[in-house]
């Protein structure tokens, strides 16, 4: 079994608590480089079912120590392409990001529809709207607009802000400057869910669709 004080590191870097939850904190990638190829294998196996997204940021890490340990590159660079097809949708997401940032032509278009599309209202976001900010297609300007419709709350106050700044309508992708237009896809009554449905029509208005194409 590993046991090296550089995989000893990275094992107690992946034991979660409270505080490396809420902060985002990654494993310990730095301890990869100084790991034997059977350690670098041992990690492989720990993280392949790429169940967290620090698992598929390990995988990537080491795919991309192509010239340090080839073989263990090619075997994180298969389960990263395994992911991308056939993961768990945010596990699919990360995965199909890390290997556009590895120079793989890898398109995650339909990835972030899909994304866009199963994610609750008041879901975890931030990660699919960077990744729909960052490919601005047809398709996921659709989705977006779909989620500005039909998942009133923060998702479609954020969807909405983003297709201002898609449109050219906005400097950035949240415009503090339309926010009080933004806040009207999050109706908390009757009255202000009606009018979030004419503020869906005067985006759409505003974007040169047809509502019903939606």
Known sequence: MPNS????RFIDSTVMDYDKWHDGEPYDLSTLSEMTRAELDAA????QAGEDWRDIETLAAIAAMKDQSPDAA???MQILEDQSRTGQSASRLRAAKCLQELGQQASIADDVVAAIDSTPANGAITQVLELAKQNPTEAVKLALLRAARDKPGPFAVH??????????LAKEAFDWSHRPYFLRFNPENDAERADHMKAFNELCEKLKVDPKSV
Request: aromatic share 14%; charged share 15%; net charge positive.
């Open 5 to 8: 004080p550089a995989w000893q």
């Open 44 to 47: 492989i196996a720990k993280v």
């Open 74 to 76: 090619r075997r994180a």
């Open 159 to 168: 969807a909405a802000a983003l297709l201002y700044f898609h449109a050219g």
